[in-house]
DNA sequence: GTCTATATGGGGATAGAC
DNA sequence: GTCTATCCCCATATAGAC
């Protein structure tokens, strides 16, 4: 019994194979030759490629967004009636994707490249459940900033939220050049020291006054 | 001699069906099919399928680059010995790019979507060129920036840079999903409006104090 | 469950007539 | 400069033996 096995040396060997050429630039072949399984695994263990590529995709971004979902209620238990402070919020949004980049474990860099594609510009067949995944995300997010945020209103904060995950995303999506720069930047830290950074950022572009009246 | 018609024709259909579906996802016989050209012609004006590519980014990304300096080069002239401000010269990067969203004749939002795919992720046939093509004004800029920020360590400039471009792009890619939502969520006004609250959001984001001592 | 072999269609690129 | 026809390879998917 090591179907188990197959199906997850194909979708190890997938991901590594989307993250590098996308959806329609890695074939097939390439991935079963490089999970040294035969061609006709990947259409009996899934059902077609675009099945392959989902299951790819959302079983590493479930668990980022379950443990999103955890950290924020726990800070939410913490602050008990008061609003979680800002920086709390997004430390919680933002941690469990980016550290990903040093957890191989939990897909690395080429799942952080794959997702930052999909979400930047999610492929037809996606987007619905994309859509479907992220909702109940961004229903109690809008909420905690709203809480965290208040006066500022909804068309701000909407705003807002979308150039903080962008700036989120391409960071993610780059993780491996910075890795390769910070060597001759200095110091960078690119992990922690991105993580950091990018709360600092999103604190001061969510927060800053708003610029039409509440 | 309508050999230039066949030539923009051929960019034109490219540019939509590249942006639609991305390089690899876009066949030479979609294209020609869509530009009412044969499919021979492809690979007698273009050398091949890259080289197509490679034309249809650039033709619209070198316009958008002199279209900063240029900006850039004014605002110097307008501060005088003063650096210039800091939400202009953010306005200065970000208006030329987003203003095409609304811009058809300049690309629209199929340019916007192939150009942020490609800075999020570059295709290795694109990755050397486009470092080349960004370099000088990544020097003209950081140098801007830190005439406008006194006592912001280079890293951390660094890094907030690559934040605000990261937030640009993001926007730039879904332009077409906000002017969809712009006409239920209220007056969003997706082109001046999202340009406006994205250099406000920048502006914080890259203005506030340094995490680390100077 | 896994393999070989193959069906079927599409891809990029080109030769050579007009 | 443009077209037709074609080369050759690779894609996804499946049928059927083991």
Sequence with gaps: MDAQATRDGILNAAELLFGDHGFPGASLRQITDKAGVNLAAVNYHFRSKEDLYRQVLFRRLRPVNAERLTLLTQAAQLAGDQPVPLRA????????????????????????????????????????????????????????????????????????????LGA???????????ARRSRSLGPTDSGEGCIRHLVDFCAAGLGSPPLTAA
Tied chains: 1, 2.
Excluded: C, K, N
């Design 168 to 178: 989120q995303l391409y960071v993610a999506a780059r993780q491996q050049d910075f």
């Design 89 to 164: 919020v997004l430390d919680t949004f933002i941690r469990p994707l980016l550290r990903r980049a040093d957890d191989p474990a939990s897909g690395g860099i080429p799942f952080l490249r794959l997702l930052s594609r999909d979400l930047l510009d999610p492929p037809p067949f996606l987007s619905e459940e994309l859509v479907r995944e992220f909702e109940p995300l961004m229903t109690r997010y809008t909420h905690a900033f709203s809480q965290a945020l208040p006066g500022l209103p909804p068309l701000e904060l909407f705003w807002r939220m979308q150039f903080a």
